[in-house]
């Protein structure tokens, strides 16, 4: 099934079109021309060793990097035919579109409900008995509706386990339809029946959204994405005991085909585990 | 078997001594922790004075104030009941007429209009330092804040005289009198606003970056993330920034003394351009005077000052409640 598209050469309609994006935080350097496409509705993974700049690439393609005092981004990220940091580009009516799920859940100290409903309510849903469905919807597409349908309404959003935040926190993402989910290492916190279980969410919500996840699991890569980039580190030494590191794109394919036939040594070197 | 390797690795028995293990066995009795001891007595200590003082506190009010209440006139009557002093209008202890209203009124208006002043421009300043500004400029302006909120009253007190009564004057005409709760109040709100700027600024500070990218994320513009996520977060700080704000409103003086006015005034409605004295006020000024030990004057003030600590206590109180019901724990 993976990349089945690409080999029967069926044309693919992209979502996102990266192409030669940089990013710097104040001075530095931290990726440098990174060109890929993000196809629409497949998962694509971002792999790569801690630092090369995964999440810095995934949180530029919904301008969350704005929010970081001096971070810049060079380069071209094209949505629908739009460049997204064009000076006329609103990035709250980006963020709207290309929604977020973080590494560490961060429920709203609200009720579920009132997490769930905090987007739909930002773009102007006031009918109670919309908010209710979207709530509803969301909490069964993000597969957590039958642990929380008594108590949803009152309970916090806090007093859910670390795994069931998550999920919230997924189901108040896509409660506001987003075209683009982007999931930064949405599983690191959870046990292994938590992450089965967003996986398969991810596999059901590709058929509606594009995914892209930043994952340092190799196997939740090959299990869950359609095409995966590998991201490595550059260093330059600049005088005597100091060096510059950055990050780049080593390789982008279809998932079975990274995994099983890597293009570049230092990809199969980091996927069979003998990197650094 | 990685057991088993880090068996290996930390077994070198360098630290065996340390522990106070013996070579064949380990040692994981109780242990005497004279300093840990120490230390937890000296805070127990600490909590203990501070509790103590304030008991020491009520009782010393309490006692003068049943004093009071127990006074009698020449004629042998009671000088003042409860009734009175709670519910009658007029302050004349020549005359033994002991009712609050007049000082607490004073004390009231004087801390509404500081609050008036202090809590939106306060809470506008936090908010832009902690959401607005750049590093450089929070870096700059919260420690003048802080500077500003150590300036002496009696400064302030002078300010509101020689500044904020003329000007006063200048626009109201002869409607202002030279002593007048008005400019008092708005120059205790001036005192007031950088401690209710900071507090706050500090409470708002404090809420997660990851709640804010959460909000930011879903696509909310920057007055909605305020709106809705950071400010009901920070309630409870923001609140405590009130509380200290009103409270040193109550209990200040110098400013009151020096620019309300020598002389208790009921005023119904309440009338902002006429002097009259404050709670604080009133026991500076008699205080300052020669008062005879356990003389009705004397055993007043306290009255006075127990009512003030009961005023403080229900706010303290009420913004306890408020904060339980409204406030979004974010841990
Ligand atoms: N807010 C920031 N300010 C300055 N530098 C940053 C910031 N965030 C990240 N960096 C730097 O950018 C580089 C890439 O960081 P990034 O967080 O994107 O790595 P990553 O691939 O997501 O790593 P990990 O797998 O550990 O999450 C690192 O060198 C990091 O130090
Ligand atoms: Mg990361």
């Known amino acids: 099934m993976v ?13 996102i079109e990266i192409s030669h994006m940089k990013v710097y935080y104040g001075e530095k350097l931290a990726v440098d021309d ?3 496409p993000i196809l629409k509705n497949k998962i694509t993974a971002f792999i790569g060793p801690s630092g ?3 999440s810095t690439v995934l949180r530029g393609l919904n301008r969350m990097n704005d929010l970081i005092p001096g971070a810049r981004v060079e380069g071209e990220i094209l949505y629908h035919g739009r460049n997204l940091y064009a000076p006329n580009v609103d990035p709250v009516e980006v963020r709207r579109r290309i929604g977020m799920v973080f590494q560490k859940p961060n429920p709203f100290p609200k009720s579920i409900y009132d997490n769930i409903a905090y987007g739909p309510r930002l773009l102007g849903v006031k009918s109670k008995a919309m908010l209710d469905e979207i709530v509803e919807m969301s909490l069964k597409q993000a597969a957590i509706w039958d642990e929380v349908k008594n108590d949803f309404r009152t309970k916090s959003g806090l007093a859910l386990s670390g795994g069931q935040q998550q999920r919230m926190c997924i189901a108040r993402t896509i409660a506001v339809e987003p075209d683009v989910i ?8 959870l046990d292994p029946i938590a992450t089965q279980k967003i996986e398969e969410l991810m596999r059901e919500l590709v058929a509606n959204f594009t995914i892209v996840i930043v994952t340092h699991n190799m196997q939740q890569a090959t299990r869950v994405s359609d095409y995966t980039a590998f991201y490595s580190i550059r260093k330059q030494e600049t005088e005597v005991g100091k060096e510059n590191r950055w990050g780049v794109l080593a390789e982008y394919a279809p998932t079975q085909q990274l995994f099983e036939r890597p293009a570049k040594q230092e990809t199969a070197d980091y996927i069979s585990g003998r990197f650094g | 078997m990685t057991a088993q390797v880090q068996q290996v690795q930390t077994k070198t028995g360098r630290l065996t001594a340390y522990k106070q293990d013996a070579a064949d066995q380990i040692n994981i009795n109780r242990r005497a922790r004279p300093f840990d001891d120490f230390i937890r007595a000296l805070l127990l200590l600490a909590g203990i004075v501070s509790i103590l003082t304030t008991i020491g506190i009520v009782i010393v009010l ?3 104030t049943l004093l009071f209440i127990q006074q009698l006139t020449p004629e042998g009557e009671p000088a003042v009941t409860i009734g009175e002093f709670l519910a009658t209008t007029e302050w004349q202890p020549v005359g033994y007429k002991f009712g609050i209203w007049p000082l607490l009124e004073a004390t009231l208006m004087t801390s509404f209009v500081a609050i008036l002043v202090a809590l939106p421009l306060g809470l506008g300043a936090a908010i832009y330092l902690s959401e607005y500004a750049t590093r450089q400029v929070r870096d700059t302006l919260k420690p003048i804040l802080e500077i500003l909120a150590g300036i002496p009253t009696v400064v302030y007190g002078y300010f509101a005289v020689t500044f904020m009564t003329p000007l006063l004057q200048a626009i109201g005409g002869d409607a202002v009198q030279f002593y007048n709760t008005l400019s008092a109040g708005l120059v205790m709100g001036i005192m007031i606003l950088p401690t209710i700027a900071s507090m706050s600024e500090d409470a708002l500070s404090a809420v997660p970056r990851l709640l804010r990218e ?3 994320g879903m696509g909310a513009t920057k007055f909605e993330t305020i709106s809705k996520v950071i400010l009901p977060a920070a309630l409870s700080g923001i609140l405590a920034a009130l509380i200290v704000g009103i409270s040193r409103a109550v209990g200040e003086t110098m400013i009151v003394a020096l620019a309300a006015g020598a002389g208790p005034n009921f005023t119904l409605p309440p009338n902002f351009l006429v002097g009259a004295e404050t709670i604080t006020g009133h026991i500076a000024r008699i205080s300052g005077g020669d008062l005879s030990y356990n003389s009705i004057d004397y055993n007043s003030l306290f009255s006075l000052g127990l009512a003030l600590f009961v005023f403080t206590l229900l706010l303290n109180m009420l913004s306890r409640y ?8 974010y841990q």
């Open chain 1, 3 to 15: 990349a089945t598209a690409m080999q029967t050469g069926v044309a693919q309609t992209t979502a």
């Open chain 1, 34 to 36: 990174v060109s890929l």
């Open chain 1, 52 to 54: 090369c700049g995964k």
């Open chain 1, 182 to 189: 982007l999931m930064d290492e949405p599983c690191s916190a």
């Open chain 2, 62 to 64: 309490g006692n003068e």
């Open chain 2, 214 to 216: 959460a909000s930011y």
């Open chain 2, 322 to 329: 408020i904060s339980n019901r409204f406030r979004e724990a």
